[in-house]
């Protein structure tokens, strides 16, 4: 099987790492070792800084880093050099991969009407005692792009449209097509920021129905007008049967742009105890050549930043329960995460060519066991001197 170092070392990720710096004049420690140490986390499931430290000790991780040092490093040295990395290099990291993987054909996704989208998602999330908020493209994989770290709640808003802007300057306007978030970007402000700076629609999943726009499609849109268009059907892969209306052309907050929105009503088939058997959201977006079915879709793939960005963080590193105060050291740190979990996403995909029944039988491969097999061979590989 092909290693994630090797597979790394083919993106040459050495050339990016070498640039990353931080404000010690003549470190022992070289600040690419420290980040491979960070980005490295992933792949080999530490679940805490005291984990790295404990594992900076063995043949195997240094290895893997290629450090000539007996430790590679402590946790106590990350915590003290990370809050002082320059944070450009990573910015320019995050950039190359974004880059990586459109031409990988991993960042868009596809409908049934052919059409293919590049949709980005944003939302927040805390971590240890701070917040923060994460770009991702929502395609084959959950391919995050960049994220903000900050320390009180009630700031989502803010930080992540510094995140959206700064996105913007490194990848150029349009990095998207779409835009999705929460209820909280319904308003003129987020509307317009992407249509006159990021140079995308912005999509937005709500159940308020005291917005204005809502009122006014509401009566509308369970009219018998011809002008509303209606999709009903069954979603195996969510196990509901939906309705979709959607009308477009409303006018809202003096916008510059026409809206459409569409209300969705989701039955499920088999409920769990406590589950609402039913729910009922609206979508509010300026992109107006969505049909209700792709309307509907869309909003549903916010979850993608909590189930396979967030959740998967948390499931491999822990990163809820990570221990620090400071927001500098939280904010590479994540940053540094990210990067790794996008290499490990793109060496996952690059594993489709391997024929895992002639190695494995008809085991059922899972992330967990790519994972598990890429510890083995680390573990196994280092008595010989061998790098995994």
Known sequence: MKTFKNFCQKLNMNIYFEKFQDNRIRPQIPARDIAKTVVYMLPLMLKSLLQVDQWARRPSLR????????????????????????????????????????????????????????????????????????????????FPLDSQVFSKSGKELLYSREVLSRLTGKLGSSFC??????????????????????????????????????QDAKGLLHSISSDIEVAKGIDTQRNVLYEARALQDFEW?????????????????????????????????????LTPEEMRSIAHSRWEIENNLFKRLNSLIKSKKVY?????????????????????????????????????????????????????GLVELAPQGLSP
């Open 177 to 214: 097509d779409i835009l999705v978030g929460d209820g909280a970007y319904a308003n003129r402000k987020d509307f317009r920021l992407c249509k006159e700076e990021y140079g995308c629609d912005l999509l937005v999943k709500s159940s308020e129905e005291t917005l204005e726009v809502i």
């Open 63 to 142: 290895n893997l880093i290629e450090s000539r040092r007996f430790m590679v490093c402590s946790d106590s040295t990350l915590q003290r050099v990370l809050p002082n990395f320059e944070l450009e290099p990573l910015y320019d990291t995050l950039a190359t991969l974004y880059q990586h993987i459109l031409s990988s054909g991993l960042g868009e996704t596809k409908f049934p009407t052919q059409k293919k989208l590049r949709i980005a998602v944003v939302d927040g999330s805390g971590f240890g005692h701070m917040f923060a908020s994460v770009v991702i493209l929502a395609g084959k994989s959950a």
């Open 253 to 289: 907050e003096k916008l510059p742009y026409p809206l459409k929105v569409c209300w969705v009503k989701e039955e499920k088939l088999k409920t769990a105890p406590g589950e609402e058997p039913v729910e009922e959201f609206y979508v509010i977006t300026t992109r107006l050549d």
């Open 324 to 376: 620090t105060h400071n927001v500098s050291t939280l904010n590479t740190l994540l940053l540094l995460w990210l990067i790794g979990l996008n290499l490990l996403e793109l060496f996952i995909h690059s594993l489709k060519k391997v024929n895992w029944q002639s190695l494995y039988g008809r085991v059922r491969i899972t992330l967990k066991f790519i994972l598990d097999e890429l510890h083995i």
